[in-house]
């Protein structure tokens, strides 16, 4: 069983990046689930949401305390990220233009913000990371490309998923190794 | 013949959708976290026409479960859902509707009691209405919330009693998981259209549940108290018959993991005995022969299954999720050890109470929990 954890604040989007997670093992024949904290729900208050994949039943119902893979949605959130828990050797992927590898850790970098605002995907609030980072993620896990995209539009049919398309595929062909 | 569809869903999604294959008639619905999303998928089945169903916004839950025994003892079949102080808030017309022998079927999103305020999972929701004559499920996956409904309109309808399936509250009612929904007119085979054999009807005006004197209400009471252990029986052919026609298995009055050759047994409800599997495996590596008792029923308490199922000497380590105040530990422990007397004296019980208010349960932390009980 795989074992992620997203790190993040409130309105990045994280619950949405776990419910795509768990549906792209679906997609691809595994058994997924994504378990969203909800604390006391405010926009930038810390977050985090458990993503598992599995070929086999998933039985646990509990966060994610030592995970193989960590998402950090900002990177001012790694040492936090880090020191919740991770597998001695588990992979941190981390959302900056430029991530300071985690000692230790393999650790991947992507620039999601910078690709979410490139595609317009944005708002007042800010811009949709988990979209770019969703494919970031699939890329470190592994998952084909055409499960990626097929997970997009069937949660967004349309114009919506074509422009998350754009994004998602940047981010999974951009997204860097820099500690292996 | 139509195959079973798989999706992704959450628990609350997954329960709205097994109240709309059983083709419920009416849904009082009053919201209160953590079940507010199964009320607000409900009342836009009913809204976009996809459910035939009467949905009738209320002020409280007091009013929610009194518009449920209004609407069953019509002959409808009625559903609805809460949570915590909800839970409590009806608590005087949950007596109403099992005395008044009404088969509504309500989801419990278990929850921590107030005060202080907590949104998370417990269990002393459902176990504090252990009194109510209600028959009491407890489940521990997104797809035991979804064929144990249909399980309970089954059991409700065939004894005339009230049934609460309860699951956690977020760790449950928010997970997203895979969810097989099996062809509607599997489900309408299994779960016909409820014909109750009595009736409210304005055309043959009759009143109902007046007043009684003594020699009236005691075999009233009589009536339920033997009817409630006599659905244990009904509980196991619905859940025989849902695998005979779905395919489909969680246990019926208990589920069991690893338990013929256990020495130590775990003993819990809900999604910490889901992950419990994940504990026990943890035990059996480290060279402890452990396995799993979930009662998947609490009310009626599956004695004989238990007393039956328990291996000869076993250690039980019963981890209750609430407090049952007055003694040390908490309210499974103590229906355990009453079931016990008497009949298995070659049984230990030990007890801890755990994970109050949503504190995580992780698998490593539960196998540890046990070890140091067995050292104690």
Same mark, same amino acid.
């Given at each position: 069983m795989l074992e992620l954890r997203i790190n993040g604040f409130g309105g990045q989007g994280s619950v949405t990046l776990a419910h795509l997670l768990a549906q792209a093992a679906l997609e691809k024949g595994e058994q997924g689930q994504a378990l969203p904290f909800?604390? +006391?729900? &405010? *926009?930038?208050?810390? +977050? *985090?949401?458990? +993503? &598992?994949?599995?070929? /086999? /039943?998933? @039985?646990? @119902?509990?966060?994610?305390e030592l995970p193989d893979y960590v998402v950090v949605m900002s990177e001012k959130l790694t040492k936090e990220a880090v020191n919740e828990g991770i597998t001695k050797f588990g992979t941190v992927i981390i959302n900056a233009p430029q991530a300071v590898a985690v000692e230790n850790h393999p650790t991947w970098q992507v620039d999601a913000d910078a690709i979410a605002r490139e595609a317009g995907l944005f708002s007042a609030d800010g811009p949709f990371i988990n979209i770019p980072l969703f494919g970031a993620v699939c890329r470190v896990l592994n998952i084909p490309q055409n499960i990626m995209e097929q997970t997009i539009l069937n949660k967004w049919p349309g114009n919506n998923g074509e422009r998350n398309l754009g994004a998602a595929g940047k981010a999974y062909n951009t997204v860097t190794q820099i500690r292996g | 013949m139509k195959s079973a569809q798989v999706i992704m869903d959450t628990g609350a999604h997954a329960a709205a959708l097994a109240v709309k294959s059983a083709r419920v008639d009416v849904i009082p619905g009053y919201p209160i976290t953590p079940q507010t999303s199964i009320m607000e998928a409900l009342s836009a089945m009913v809204e976009n026409g996809e459910l035939h169903a009467r949905f009738i916004p209320v002020e409280g839950e007091h009013s929610s479960m009194a518009a449920a025994v209004a609407a069953s003892a019509a002959g409808a079949r009625v559903f609805t859902a809460t949570s915590a102080n909800g839970l409590l808030y009806m608590h005087e017309v949950l007596h109403m509707a099992s005395g008044g022998r009404l088969p509504v079927v309500m989801c419990n999103v278990n929850r921590g009691i107030f005060a202080p305020w907590t949104l998370w999972a417990d269990h002393q929701d459902s176990f504090s209405q252990r009194d109510t004559g209600w028959i009491q499920y407890h489940c521990s996956s997104n797809q035991e919330v979804f064929n144990t409904i249909l399980q309970a309109f089954r059991v409700a309808e065939q004894i005339n009693i009230p049934v609460m399936v309860n699951f956690d509250g977020f760790a449950i009612s928010h997970c997203l998981m895979p969810l097989t929904l099996p062809p509607q007119e599997d489900i309408d085979r299994f779960l016909p259209p409820h014909e109750p054999e009595w009736r409210l009807d304005p055309a043959q005006p009759s009143s109902f549940s007046n007043v009684t004197n003594a020699p009236e209400y005691a075999p009233f009471r009589q009536m339920l108290s033997d009817d409630i252990i006599a659905a244990i029986p009904l509980v196991k052919q619905a859940a025989q018959e849902y695998k005979d026609i779905t395919g489909m298995w969680d246990g019926d009055t208990i589920d069991t993991y690893r338990l013929e050759d256990a020495e130590v047994v775990a003993f819990a409800v809900n999604s910490m005995a889901a992950e419990l599997r994940l504990s026990i495996d943890i035990l059996r590596e480290q060279g402890i022969k452990a396995g799993l008792l979930r009662p998947r029923l609490y009310l009626p308490f599956p004695t004989e299954d238990i007393i039956s199922a328990l291996p000869q000497n076993a250690q039980v380590m019963v981890l209750d999720r609430n407090y049952n105040f007055g003694h040390p530990g908490g309210i499974l422990a103590s229906e355990l050890k009453s079931v016990l007397f008497g009949r298995r004296n070659d049984i230990t019980v030990k007890n801890r109470v755990i994970g109050i208010g949503g504190i995580d349960l992780t698998r490593r932390f539960m196998a540890a929990e046990i070890r140091a009980m067995m050292d104690e």
């Open positions: 909800f604390g +006391v729900e &405010r *926009r930038g208050a810390p +977050v *985090r949401a458990a +993503v &598992r994949m599995s070929p /086999t /039943t998933i @039985h646990a @119902h509990s966060q994610c | -």
